[in-house]
């Protein structure tokens, strides 16, 4: 008989859960929301991230009674039993999460983002089958979207008339080894929903942004601006600036977490575009300023080369996560990045205090 508890689709939501990259930017929002909601919650991450280890100080310390930390690796299968036993929601965010990283080694970047998933849907299949698993992918399954047909108009790319966003529908078109071993953990993700009747959901994730976040060129651009912006660096801008995304406050991706796990069962093997939609679509160039007037300082911006395969428009369709959750963003941009900035500000007094 395989280890863990009973979980009926019908009974009270999931209160024992476990966060692969917990420690993380995402990782540990998450936590501290579950937490406050009354769940137990484990962390498992291997803390190999800048920041992880602030952050699981942090979380710990916020949080002692409720949240537990195990450190472990999803390339080493054999701490994973210890930290799935006994949990019935697994929230899957350990990953290599950079496109430039994952050019300058490809074959690590697969070992923990596609062999890393399978090696620890495994393990979920293994010891605890009756589990909910949510799995944070990514926009960039989609590539480039190149039958997408723009133009820029002043500061951003717009698509012709009458679009409201990407939807399920777009065809996947995996783009750089991030984008394939994103991509080919996506899969495995759904199909396990079909090949073994586990739980799994997965959500396509599109420019996270928020407090603990340690944003770097290459991924979480939005705090990288912002420190920089504090700090007085220059900050290179790759491409004209116009690519425009859908931003999405961490705290409404945690409501959202919190709703698939609710609703459980009848999402398995569902897959959902997830942004901050149309409402909060800005321009990187249109963040830039509102940084700046946020600040009531100038930036030093410089441009270079566009990277390939990086998208000029991407904005969320949410329709499809709205109907079948009730979930939709509540923080519009220009409030999350107020509170941003005051994170920022805060954390710097504390660290010269």
């Known amino acids: 008989m395989p280890d863990g508890p009973d979980f009926h689709p019908n009974a ?8 692969t990259g917990g420690a993380g930017f995402i990782g540990v929002n998450a936590a501290h929301h579950f937490a ?30 409720t949240i537990d930390f195990i450190e472990g690796d999803l390339r080493r299968p054999a701490s994973l039993p210890a930290a799935l036993i006994g949990r019935n929601a697994v929230l899957h965010l350990a990953a290599q999460v950079a496109v430039t990283t994952s050019l300058i080694d490809p074959i690590e970047d697969f070992e923990v983002n596609a062999a890393g998933t399978l090696r620890l849907l ?24 190149p039958g997408l047909r723009l133009r820029r108009i002043q500061n951003r790319w717009q698509p012709e008339a009458g679009m409201v966003g990407i939807s399920e529908q777009q065809p996947l078109d995996f783009h750089s080894p991030y984008g394939c071993s994103k991509g080919t953990a996506d899969q495995y993700v759904r199909d396990y929903a079909r090949s073994y009747g586990l739980d799994t959901i ?10 603990h976040q340690n944003g770097t060129e290459d991924q979480g651009w939005v705090a990288h601006f912002v420190r920089a912006a504090l700090e007085g660096q220059p900050i290179t801008l790759f491409g004209d600036g116009c690519q425009v995304r859908d931003l999405l406050d961490v705290r409404d991706l945690c409501r959202l977490y919190e709703a698939c796990f609710e609703h ?5 093997g569902r897959v959902f575009n997830v942004g901050g939609g149309p409402e909060n679509a800005r321009s990187v160039i249109e963040v830039l300023s509102l940084i700046e007037s946020t600040l009531k300082r100038d930036l030093h911006v410089s441009f270079n080369t566009e ?47």
């Open 36 to 65: 406050q909601k009354g769940w137990r919650v484990t962390i498992f991450d291997n803390l190999s991230r800048p920041g992880s280890d602030q952050n699981l100080e942090w979380i710990l310390a916020t949080h002692p009674d």
């Open 307 to 353: 990277r390939k395969g990086d998208q000029k428009y991407y904005v969320s369709d949410l329709a499809h996560a709205k109907r079948l959750t009730g979930w939709k963003p509540e923080v519009g941009f220009e409030a999350g990045l107020r509170d941003l900035v005051a994170w920022f500000a805060n954390t710097r007094t504390l660290a010269t205090a």
């Open 202 to 211: 997965v959500l396509r994730q599109s420019c996270v942004y928020g407090s």
């Open 12 to 19: 009270q939501s999931p209160r024992r859960l476990t966060i």
């Open 122 to 145: 495994e393990a979920v299949r293994k010891h605890i089958p009756d589990a909910i698993f949510l799995h944070a992918s990514t926009n960039k399954v989609y590539g480039d979207l």
């Open 264 to 268: 459980g069962r009848s999402l398995a």
